[in-house]
């Protein structure tokens, strides 16, 4: 299902510019799951320069824009994949609707607008992240980013199911623990590796 551009019209008065909703549609409509992000990522990069953004894609296959010259730097970042399954495309009552469009598209393209607004009065360089694989193990987008030079704040467009700003939000930490004790029953002399 498509929308008509009074549909957009009306979405766009109400909350955004017609640019800004037509960001967020155009990134819905374009299929980007885990390691099949290429396309998405194009698409952000063609739309951030478009905006005056200095885009410079990294090695992990991100999308990354920067806008402001200021010294201190503020990382907004968003993941660009998303899960399998299809949701159509469409406008509902004023809401999109569609894969991605809250996990995580949707603040991605907030993102981008929010920077783009600001830009000529910022005195910090604003960097946004489309991140790759977020939604696989090892998150290889943002994995890229951590490892370069720390910004001075950072903000993750990650939904978190609350309605206001959010300090911190679960994860996953992976371990790997051998332990290696000889046996021994119960029974005998000492004690067995359970009752340490």
Known sequence: MS??????EALATEIASREDVELLHGLIAIESLS??????VAYL??????RGFRVEPDTAGNAIGSVG????????LGHIDT?????PVRIDDGILHGRGAVDAKGPLATFVAAATAVAGRARVTITVVGAVGEETMGSPGATEVAAGPAPD?????????????????????SLLYRLEQGSRH???PGQAVGER
Do not use: K, N
Not at 35 to 40: I, L, N, R, T
């Open 69 to 76: 010259s200021g010294e201190r730097r503020i990382v907004l």
């Open 45 to 50: 990069c063609e739309a951030m320069a478009r």
């Open 186 to 188: 119960t029974a005998g």
């Open 83 to 87: 899960v399998p399954g299809r949701i």
């Open 153 to 173: 704040w950072c903000v993750i467009g990650e939904p978190s199911g609350w309605d206001a700003l959010c300090l911190g939000y679960r994860g996953t930490f």
């Open 35 to 40: 390691g099949q992000e290429g396309s998405a």
């Open 3 to 8: 929308h008509s551009p009074r549909d957009v």
